[in-house]
């Protein structure tokens, strides 16, 4: 089990892609932090996650 935002799914082995997408952020509008490491979002496919990984999803907003 992966924790996302303080929420478990059982994501261990998928991409960090692939958990994006299933989740319905847009990889092009979050940051990702893996167990307190910020993600580059060039290894967002490559990034396999792993049971009891703890990851932050923020999600940017546009606005004024």
Do not use: C, H, W
């Amino acid at each position: 089990m992966v924790k996302i935002n303080g929420e478990m799914y059982d994501f261990a082995g998928k991409s960090i892609t692939d958990a994006l997408a299933e989740l319905n952020y847009n990889p092009l509008r979050v940051a990702v932090e893996v167990n307190f490491s910020i993600v580059p979002k060039a290894e967002f496919n490559e990034y396999l996650l792993k049971d009891d990984d703890s990851v932050e999803v923020v999600q940017f907003v546009g606005g004024g």
